[in-house]
């Protein structure tokens, strides 16, 4: 691939990693630092219903999930940015194949060719 191709590339991996940081740092914040009270908007001092705490749980456990996602996501970007620098960005890191430019446009971090996403998906 032409460095003028990288460089498209890698602009876009920044975005996309400037992004992600933004929410994982929102997203860390909003599910480990808030009270209940904090995160609902609720300043009464009134008992917590058990259904509140149960939602509240939920919603943090949720945001959780989504953190780690986000967090995956990241480390691929990361990698990409990585691959850019060796000179290696848009070679499967499989087979060593050539990863087409429309799969590189849709998923730009990924690693794989489109036959070796599905075959290290399906095991």
């Known amino acids: 691939m032409k460095k003028s191709e990288m460089k498209v590339y890698k602009e876009l991996l920044l975005a996309i ?8 740092y929102a997203m860390a914040d909003a599910a480990l630092n808030k009270t209940r009270a904090e995160a609902s908007g609720d300043l009464s001092l009134m008992p917590i219903h058990m259904a509140d ?8 456990e949720f945001t959780l999930s989504l953190l780690q996602t ?7 970007v990361e990698s990409a940015l990585e ?21 590189l446009t849709a998923i ?3 690693p794989y060719c489109v036959k070796c996403a599905s075959k290290v998906e399906t095991e």
């Open 17 to 24: 990693r400037s992004r992600l940081r933004g929410d994982v």
């Open 53 to 60: 705490v149960g939602t509240d749980n939920y919603e943090q």
């Open 70 to 76: 986000e967090e995956g996501v990241l480390g691929l």
């Open 83 to 103: 691959r850019i620098e060796d000179g290696t960005y848009g070679v499967c890191t499989e087979c060593q194949g050539r990863i087409p430019k429309t799969r």
């Open 108 to 110: 730009p971090y990924t």
